[in-house]
């Protein structure tokens, strides 16, 4: 099976709150040549014994960045277009055309983005659609990895 052509994305992570959806992106970015960018205080330390085990012996081949918030995200990647991932657009992630350099940017498990960055990038933001009206939302890691790899291969 051919691997995807290798696109530069970056993946954001505002204020992780669990050690392991943390530790599975990570290991997601590791294969994907993919940065991973956490910004914010996360809910656990970054030498968690969880988190580490989650990306396993991996963490050697994560780009990773830290941020203190979204502001510096934003000066840290000043030729990036940044997209935001919520329960609340309506736009569809798979209707959307990603460009080289593109950020997907996503909120913390128990409450996602704040309201006030998502009525700034309103334009900007897009969902995983869900046709069980009774699931809130879908777990942090899958929700990563499915938007992820469809923009790897969905990239212009």
């Not at 993919?34 to 580490?52: A, C, E, S």
């Not at 995200?73 to 992630?93: D, I």
């Given at each position: 099976?051919?691997?995807?052509?290798?696109?530069?994305?970056?993946v954001?992570?505002?204020?992780?709150?669990?050690?392991?959806?943390?530790?599975?992106?990570?290991?997601?970015?590791?294969?994907?040549f993919?940065p991973?960018?956490?910004?914010?205080?996360?809910?656990?330390?970054?030498?968690?014994?969880?988190?580490?085990?989650?990306?396993?012996?991996?963490?050697?081949?994560?780009?990773?960045h830290?941020?203190?918030?979204?502001?510096?995200?934003?000066?840290?990647?000043?030729?990036?277009?940044?997209?935001?991932?919520?329960?609340?657009?309506?736009?569809?992630?798979?209707?959307?055309?990603?460009?080289?350099?593109?950020?997907?940017?996503?909120?913390?498990?128990?409450?996602?983005?704040?309201?006030?960055?998502?009525?700034?990038?309103?334009?900007?933001?897009?969902?995983?659609?869900?046709?069980?009206?009774?699931?809130?939302?879908?777990?942090?890691?899958?929700?990563?990895?499915?938007?992820?790899?469809?923009?790897?291969?969905?990239?212009?």
């Amino acid at each position: 099976m051919k691997s995807p052509v290798k696109k530069m994305l970056h993946v954001a992570l505002y204020e992780p709150e669990i050690p392991p959806n943390t530790g599975n992106i990570a290991r997601l970015c590791a294969a994907t040549f993919t940065p991973l960018h956490i910004v914010g205080v996360t809910g656990f330390r970054m030498d968690d014994r969880t988190l580490k085990r989650a990306g396993l012996d991996y963490w050697e081949h994560v780009e990773l960045h830290r941020h203190v918030d979204l502001d510096a995200l934003l000066a840290a990647l000043p030729n990036s277009r940044f997209l935001y991932f919520t329960t609340k657009a309506t736009r569809s992630y798979a209707d959307f055309e990603y460009l080289e350099n593109d950020c997907l940017v996503f909120g913390p498990e128990t409450r996602g983005l704040p309201e006030t960055v998502l009525a700034a990038n309103k334009n900007n933001c897009l969902t995983i659609p869900m046709p069980n009206p009774k699931v809130r939302s879908l777990n942090l890691s899958n929700s990563v990895a499915i938007v992820l790899y469809h923009s790897l291969l969905a990239t212009k």
